[in-house]
């Protein structure tokens, strides 16, 4: 924190607030443990004077963001060389250094080397033999050669069957022949791939003695150890600028020919004899492991993109001051406005449910991956379907969130200074990647559906959707008291109806005489309209009970406030909905305007400490890199000070005046 | 247009439009004349190989950025000065060549001289004396001066009132000392301030006499008219990079005891005389007719900002083929996906809708400004609500919309050769400029509840509120039938509700002891829900009387779409507010199942018209500046080209590889 003085406004509401940072802040963190190592990582990282930056990015170009983004990634590299020598290099710590937290301070626009990291070795780990394991991991921990991995393609993304890039197998040569053979096969955005890695893992079509195997892994070399130029028939480069994630270095690589030796095919799962005899493998849903354990990490890291951006939000509404409620006072800090309280307390309460949801949803993936390891895949499709709709929800809510901050601060939001484009850059990024949000939802959808039609065959369905087997038992929902209890069954009332519709559709449709496939895309909206409300009851459901079980662990003073975001959370939530609920609960207008009332007054009895919530959060000045979210509040000092750094400031008049402008004014005269 | 062959899958649409798309591009241009108009500033302006780029401007540096756009604005102020001098100037050219059509397709980022045009020139002739035009007029329409406008502070936006700058006239020198005492009063934003205008229009407070005199605009030299540095006293310079608009070249500006002489103060509507004396203006509300004038601008600016999403999104959907919905075929166009329809095809129509909808206010606007000049200030109040609420509606619809469209292009939608991102980032800063939209929905509402109370009292209501009326004499709204005139009738009874609803409430906080103003804070979220709906029955009403009118007009095969655009887009626009609707008419969940299968059959009928519907809207590929969105749907083929300008692309092994690279990689071997 700098030395300056707080800003009274803000000092003011520090000083008022009922409850100890402190606490929240370990919970927040995991535990003291994880409190203390996060400040240890932050000490060694942020007081590094290598990895500060005198000039924002946000003024260099693509290049030289690249070229200082490399630097940066070299230096942490090094740095996570020596975590691991003395074995300190845990999950957190890469979660930390390569996510949005602690990352983010020192790489904004991400870093390079981030897929080599999460992405190469882990394949290798996953899908690589113990001798090919032997044979690579430790180059690979070593940065001895740094990888990418390369599955998307130019024209075709979600839909993985539909990749073209193919490596067809020479017995002759024990050599695989591998292709992008069009320009939609090229691999496209692949981290790291543009300039950085020489190695990658490429996924692509196996043919061996003429037949098509599936999808397979093989790692490529890339670009020559030394001279680091491309190798014959790798076509490469950088995809060029983007919204967000601008120093990913996000590639491109067309391969043309390039044989590689039979052992670079990964084999744990499948294997390619010398003689091209192709070992199937065993148990195709392993990969739904993977891609369940990404999503639920997701969920996670839309938590702390909200966190970010409602301290930013919530401290600048404590400073600045404008419109008068009161025409004889003077203008009030904004937080006073119910117009703008009803802006941000919704996402800190937000923030607040999904890092629950997603704590909670990473032990059941670990429940349930426990599960499958032993054979037992009951659970998997319930905690894939979950884990879809939750995925989707959270970064759908966590994007618009960021922005509803962003345009909560007005014009000042729109300035790079207050970090809220990049934040928004990182967040929508996210609705994406790793599954396209509307096709999780379908995913989700197709699940709901199914196990609808099983419980109106008399089947007692697993716990996350047991409550489709209570609505069937109800005509109607009676007990809608407004107790916190009863929104949440009622959510998950309205849910079940939603799927019945989706199913009642699809069911027409079929009668209709479309196939499943097709009568399913006419039915898309409402399929993907059940999902969301499948997730939506989901998080009510466990805000509702880890909040109260929070509650019950911390002190009062920390219950107290936890029990008003829950309530927040709820109620907005519910009057987010409020058309699916007046469809299918008897609720009148005085009801709606009951929870509306009640939203307002949760909206004050947040007001006096909504500033020390997010200052709980407990995210360093650096992390939230902020003009308008410094701790100390002096927002206008801050805003003043970027400018100075500002390249077109350093000069008082700038070339372009004699160049071109003086020319165009006096040309007349 | 290219002339590589057009993609196979969108010239199949075009072949199966059932309209010819011609008629619509003349309608949407404004009839026969402006659409030749409009192809002839293309022409001079986009066949000039002086104003094309040949490295997109997201590859360079905030100042490079600055310095490559000043050039292009030179060129294009001599090109106005051409046209000016043959009389060919006329409003739609500069907005042509200042706004997002043609003028976005030179300068995507923004033209440093717009404000120069649009509010230096505008000032002088509205607020300057005869004496005062003929002074600077002259100059400032030869651009021997350039000129900004500074009205906003570091400190201070919507509130004029609270404005810090200040004017203090010295009768022994005839002079205004003006002064920004503190740094939250430095101006901020103005366009151009920064390095390129030498003069502005500086909005302060006046004091003359040592009395406070309320804001007074000052023309202000700010620069050398010769070496361009900065006048003594004036601290100026770029703001710095922002999410959009990025070469607009936002300044800030402080002034210490710069003086300027008497005449210097624009005294159309107030004067200060030679001994200080004041004169006050006649009439104050004179200045809400610039305020109306910008706000009908901008929604016919959000309608342009989804015709240009749109295309570049429905064509991208032709093109791109992902996941199968028959699992025995290949993949299709994704526009097959009835979920991709529903992201594209309400965009399409809320286009179309808006731009109905801002030339009509456009032309309430003349009425009414005729009738105030006229000293006929009845509708006045009427008018001001109703653009505040529709700018603020039409912004944030726009915002959203064009970022639906980026999402349904997945990965490509977030390379900025989509150019989704400059697109986004124009769209939503006007949810933020002349007027931040919570405040507009603010005096929207302001007016409501006080015409509520009007017609509580028997009054009848001007045109645009007359609904009011109308719902007070319903016990409940019985007619629903799903009728396009119903849905309209249901809109407005629905907001009359919505009104009541917020008058009660606000009635309610003064019984319970607040002020008004007070009552109106704790209110806020009910008044902002009450504007909201009365723009969007407004927006239904207009799109039900325009849409139909022009569809008398029109050929029946254009009449035909025409009228699939209004059902889809009341329909959408009624399940959008569903929970309103549920609230207030009594509807079942059949009523709301069946509204939402009308939602899909309408996209369906629009399907077969989509790309040539957006074709129409005939925007040249260099409006659109898209690699996703061009003319002949290579979108593969220019996305490739797009990266073969990357300046990273032209090396195949970056410097940073030697530098740091390398040198980590090798560490420890």
Not at 328 to 352: D, G, S, V, W, Y
Not at 602 to 617: E, G, I, M
């Amino acid at each position: 924190m700098p030395a300056k003085e707080v800003n009274p406004d803000i000092q003011k509401e520090r000083n008022t607030a009922t409850f100890n940072p402190r606490e929240f802040s370990v919970l927040w963190a995991g535990g003291e443990e994880r409190y203390k190592e996060k400040k240890t990582l932050e000490k060694m990282f942020l007081e590094d004077p290598a990895l500060e930056d005198d000039l924002p990015v946000s003024y260099l170009s693509h290049k030289e963001l690249y070229e200082h983004s490399l630097r940066k990634a070299c230096i942490i590299g090094e740095k996570i060389r020596k975590l691991r020598a003395d074995g300190e290099d845990g999950v957190d710590t890469y979660n930390a250094l390569l996510g949005g937290s602690l990352g983010a301070a020192i790489l904004k626009e991400g870093n390079p080397l981030t897929l080599h990291y999460v992405m190469f070795v882990p394949t290798i780990m996953g899908q690589g033999t113990m001798d090919q394991q032997v044979e690579w991991l430790s180059k690979a921990w070593d940065c001895e050669i740094i990888g990418t991995y390369a599955q998307t393609e130019l024209g075709h993304g979600t839909f993985l069957r539909g990749l073209e890039t193919r490596a067809d197998y020479d017995p002759k040569t024990q050599e695989f022949v591998i292709n992008t053979p069009s320009l939609s096969s090229y691999k496209w955005w692949p981290g790291g791939l543009g300039h950085t890695a020489n190695h990658a893992v490429v996924v692509a079509q196996l043919y061996t003695k003429g037949v098509h195997r599936g999808l397979a892994p093989f790692i490529v070399q890339l670009r020559d150890s030394d001279t680091h130029k491309p190798m014959p028939g790798i076509d490469i480069g950088d995809i060029g600028t983007k919204l967000g994630m601008k120093s990913v270095n996000n590639g491109y690589l067309g391969l043309k020919n390039v044989r590689v030796p039979l052992n670079n095919m990964l084999m744990k799962n499948q294997q390619v004899l010398a003689d091209g005899t192709y070992v199937a493998p065993k148990n195709s849903v392993l990969t739904y492991g993977t891609m369940m354990f990404v999503r639920c990490a997701l969920i996670r890291d839309t938590a702390q993109s909200l966190a970010k951006a409602s301290t930013i939000a919530t401290r600048y509404s404590a400073v600045r001051r404008q419109s008068p409620i009161d025409p004889n006072q003077p203008e009030p800090q904004i937080m006073e406005h119910t117009t703008q309280q009803l802006k941000l307390f919704p996402q800190i309460a937000k923030a607040i449910v999904f890092k629950t949801t997603g704590d909670g949803i990473w032990n059941m993936y670990n429940v349930i991956s426990g599960e499958i390891e032993q054979g037992n895949l009951d659970r998997l499709p319930e905690m894939h379907a979950l884990s879809c709709c939750l995925k989707a929800i959270c970064s759908a809510d966590a994007a618009a969130g960021v922005e509803t901050c962003r345009l909560s601060c007005g014009g000042h939001g729109y300035m790079d200074c207050s970090n809220f484009p990049t934040i928004y850059g990182m967040t929508t990024a996210v609705c994406t990647y790793e599954g396209e949000n509307t096709v999780m939802l379908l995913q989700t959808a197709r699940y709901l559906v199914k196990v609808y039609g099983q419980a109106l065959n008399g089947e007692k369905l697993v716990p996350t959707v047991a409550y489709i087997n209570e609505a069937l038992t109800q005509q109607k929902f009676v007990n809608f008291d407004g107790s916190l209890e009863s929104i949440v069954k009622a959510f998950q009332f309205v849910a079940a109806n939603k799927t019945r519709i989706a199913y009642e559709q699809l069911e027409l449709r079929r009668k209709q005489g479309h196939g499943t496939e097709v009568a399913a895309n006419l039915c898309g909206t409402f399929l993907t309209a059940a999902a969301d409300l499948h997730g939506r009851a989901f998080l009510a459901q466990t805000a509702y009970t880890e909040l109260l079980e929070l509650s019950r662990q911390v002190s009062p003073a920390l219950a107290d406030v936890l029990k008003v975001v829950l309530e927040l959370y709820l109620v907005d939530a519910c009057l987010n909905r409020i058309g699916d609920f007046l469809r299918f609960i008897e609720l009148t207008d005085q009801d709606v305007t009951k929870l509306e009332v009640r939203l307002e007054s949760c909206l004050k009895r947040l007001r006096p400490n909504a500033v020390t919530l997010v200052d709980s959060f407990d995210l360093h000045d650096r992390v939230l890199d902020s003009a308008l979210g410094a701790y100390d509040g002096n927002v206008y000092e801050h805003i003043f000070e970027s400018t100075k750094k500002n390249p077109l400031n350093k000069e008082p008049v700038n070339g372009s005046f004699h160049k071109y402008l003086k020319p165009f004014m006096k040309a007349h005269l």
